[in-house]
């Protein structure tokens, strides 16, 4: 009787506790990068933590209650981890001339024809699968 | 000497990486400019601040490095938007790969071009063409075409910046109905930097622009010795 009662009283503090849901978070980062270790594979520990997280929603195994705070704080926080990153650019002085602004003028015009190729693509698949949807509602 | 102690160095570029953040982002709340987003405000007075302090990359990169490894757990937490958006992605998945198919084309491709027309070295190519995918799997990808993966990381970051920017204007201007259109555009083509700006527009946007920044990510890692070999 007593472990269930831990057990219950585990699960009622994780809802009440944004503080323990990002831990949660870490556990299941943490999960995933043993994961990617001990696998070899090329792919990055979040991902597989992300992916154990869904199966384990999915499965009702974890209820979203339970870390839906301290996933929602790792969302709206995430510019901040990338801050970091962006100051290696202070080990490279070729990028301050000529060649900084060839690499700079490739990434907007290629980003801009990315983000266009994809809209369009997504948007007019939307639109042929909303209109299919359309047309078998019209037959019924 | 208290200042070359290694706990209060970590402690310094910590708390100042976090403080130019905060700052950053109260003051977009208040402008609400393209140039007032934290993403630009923060890394530009952290680099004057290392210049000034003679502080090198290296050394400041030592001192903040569990910020970047938090990028970890923030993938872990998109499975609770794209878990929420479950019945959309389940109705669309078909179109959401093809959006991912057809953007990862288009950025190696225009790359390839755009770098020789601009007459660039070849690791400068290679670095540049995995820019589209987020920063682990790019720099992964880099390294197997080979491309040089730190290069890789600071084109990723800008891309990320520029296109978040640039994705709100062409949101704009593109005739787009739906919301996974809108999603799709960021997280292809500004991965995490666009995926954070898309959940500013909204939550369908922000979890379908996490979706595609995930896809795009794997596919291209199992694409990569393809492309390798074809390279």
């Known amino acids: 009787?007593?472990?269930?009662?831990?057990?219950?009283?585990?699960?009622?503090?994780?809802?009440?506790?944004?503080?323990?849901?990002?831990?949660?978070?870490?556990?299941?980062?943490?999960?995933?990068?043993?994961?990617?270790?001990?696998?070899?594979?090329?792919?990055?520990?979040?991902?597989?933590?992300?992916?154990?997280?869904?199966?384990?929603?999915?499965?009702?195994?974890?209820?979203?209650?339970?870390?839906?705070?301290?996933?929602?704080?790792?969302v709206a926080e995430m510019l901040l981890f990338?801050?970091?990153?962006?100051?290696?650019?202070?080990?490279?002085?070729?990028?301050?001339?000529?060649?900084?602004?060839?690499?700079?003028?490739?990434?907007?015009?290629?980003?801009?024809?990315?983000?266009?190729?994809?809209?369009?693509?997504?948007?007019?698949?939307?639109r042929v699968v909303c209109s299919a949807k359309e047309d078998s509602h019209g037959v019924e | 000497m208290v200042w070359n102690s290694s706990i209060f160095q970590a402690l310094f570029w910590s708390v100042a990486t976090i403080a130019f953040y905060q700052m950053g982002k109260g003051l977009h709340v208040r402008l609400r400019q393209w140039w007032s987003t934290p993403m630009l405000i923060a890394p530009i007075s952290l680099v004057c601040l290392a210049i000034v302090l003679h502080e090198s990359y290296r050394d400041y990169i030592r001192q903040t490095h569990w910020l970047v490894a938090l990028l970890g757990p923030a993938t872990v937490a998109f499975a609770v938007p794209v878990w929420e958006q479950r019945a959309l992605i389940r109705r669309h998945w078909a179109v959401l790969l093809a959006g991912a198919a057809a953007g990862s084309a288009t950025a190696m491709g225009s790359v390839w071009v755009l770098s020789a027309a601009f007459g660039l070295s070849d690791s400068l190519r290679l670095s540049m063409m995995p820019r589209s995918i987020s920063t682990p799997f790019a720099m992964t990808v880099s390294a197997q075409i080979g491309g040089i993966p730190d290069l890789t990381a600071?084109?990723?970051?800008?891309?990320?910046?520029?296109?978040?920017?640039?994705?709100?204007?062409?949101?704009?201007?593109?005739?787009?109905?739906?919301?996974?259109?809108?999603?799709?555009?960021?997280?292809?083509?500004?991965?995490?930097?666009?995926?954070?700006?898309?959940?500013?527009?909204?939550?369908?946007?922000?979890?379908?622009?996490?979706?595609?920044?995930?896809?795009?990510?794997?596919?291209?890692?199992?694409?990569?010795?393809?492309?390798?070999?074809?390279?």
Do not use: C
């Not at chain 2, 640039?166 to 201007?173: F, I, K, P």
């Open chain 1, 1 to 74: 009787m007593p472990l269930r009662k831990i057990a219950v009283t585990a699960r009622r503090s994780l809802r009440s506790n944004r503080l323990l849901q990002i831990g949660a978070v870490l556990v299941f980062w943490l999960i995933g990068e043993g994961l990617a270790r001990v696998t070899g594979w090329p792919i990055p520990g979040g991902i597989f933590g992300m992916v154990i997280l869904l199966s384990l929603l999915a499965s009702g195994a974890f209820s979203q209650a339970s870390v839906r705070r301290g996933a929602n704080w790792f």
């Open chain 1, 82 to 126: 990338f801050i970091p990153a962006v100051l290696a650019v202070l080990d490279h002085h070729e990028f301050l001339g000529v060649v900084g602004l060839k690499v700079l003028a490739i990434i907007v015009s290629s980003t801009a024809l990315v983000m266009g190729v994809t809209a369009v693509v997504v948007e007019f698949g939307f």
């Open chain 2, 154 to 231: 600071i084109f990723v970051i800008v891309t990320g910046v520029l296109g978040a920017t640039l994705g709100e204007a062409l949101v704009q201007v593109l005739p787009l109905r739906s919301g996974l259109a809108r999603g799709a555009l960021f997280g292809m083509g500004a991965h995490g930097v666009g995926v954070a700006r898309a959940l500013g527009i909204g939550r369908e946007e922000g979890s379908v622009a996490g979706l595609v920044m995930v896809l795009v990510g794997v596919a291209n890692v199992l694409a990569a010795p393809v492309l390798a070999y074809l390279l």
